[in-house]
């Protein structure tokens, strides 16, 4: 049973480029987290959807950023004209149940860097 | 402001020695996560303990959770060199969706 599969692990964009970030999360999970982490630094909650709808989307700035959760396919992160701030790791994670029954499985991430 | 907060920020201990983790929490939880973050890779899940358990045991890790005064204690016995990592403690707060999490403790062990 593959885990979480993030692509790229790496991506490297300049400034006002469009980033665009892939979860599939673990074989029978139906929510999907996205996080965004800096250096040293914890965990920020971006948004959290289940497929085809997006349930909590308040740790994600409202310009700019997008996800989606299709009903076939990968959830997708994407990122608008990228500025030097937006250059982070961003993780997805998934979970069979809604969050607060029991525990995250996470991708490796994805690192952005804008240039 | 941050719900879970670690401390400390970086333990450095020997090999063979534990290493004690804390993590502090501002409201009322349902469960607390602990979870693993190895250089430049993903979360792994360590253990989650509901508001109504005290302690919890696996294999060398050992967690206790105090509701009164909101803080959990990570113990990991007989450290490894494997066990060097980044810990972070995480909250479900008052919300079904969001975990809240704190900025982790650096924890190295010197072989």
């Known amino acids: 049973n593959a885990g979480v599969m993030q692509n790229p692990r790496h991506l490297v964009r300049r400034r006002g480029q469009e980033a665009r970030l892939r979860c599939s999360p673990m074989?029978?999970?139906?929510?999907v987290y996205w996080y965004r982490q800096l250096p040293e630094e914890g965990l920020k909650f971006m948004v959290y959807?289940?497929?085809?709808?997006?349930?909590?989307e308040s740790g994600m700035p409202k310009e700019r950023f997008s996800a989606e959760f299709p009903k076939e396919g990968p959830s997708i992160l994407r990122i608008q004209q990228v500025v030097r701030g937006d250059s982070a790791a961003y993780f997805c994670?998934?979970?069979?149940?809604?969050?607060?029954?029991?525990?995250?499985?996470f991708g490796e991430g994805s690192r952005l860097t804008v240039l | 402001s941050q719900q879970g907060e670690e401390d400390p920020q970086a333990l450095s201990i020997q090999e063979g020695e534990n290493a004690t983790m804390n993590c502090s929490y501002k409201?009322?939880?349902?469960?607390l996560q602990w979870y693993r973050q190895n250089s430049g890779r993903g979360l792994v899940h360590l253990i989650l303990?509901?508001?109504n358990e005290r302690e919890k045991h696996s294999g060398r890790l050992r967690v206790t959770l105090d509701t009164s005064k909101k803080s959990s204690s990570l113990l990991i016995t007989a450290s490894r060199a494997a066990d060097t990592a980044s810990y972070f403690c995480?909250?479900?707060?008052?919300?079904?969706?969001?975990?809240?999490w704190g900025a982790g403790t650096k924890l190295i062990i010197k072989p």
């Open positions: 303990i509901r508001s």
């Open positions: 074989k029978g999970h139906s929510h």
């Open positions: 409201t009322s939880i349902n469960n």
């Open positions: 995480a909250t479900d707060a008052d919300s079904n969706y969001q975990l809240i």
């Open positions: 959807l289940q497929k085809e709808n997006i349930i909590d």
């Open positions: 994670a998934s979970s069979p149940r809604p969050l607060n029954t029991g525990e995250l499985f």
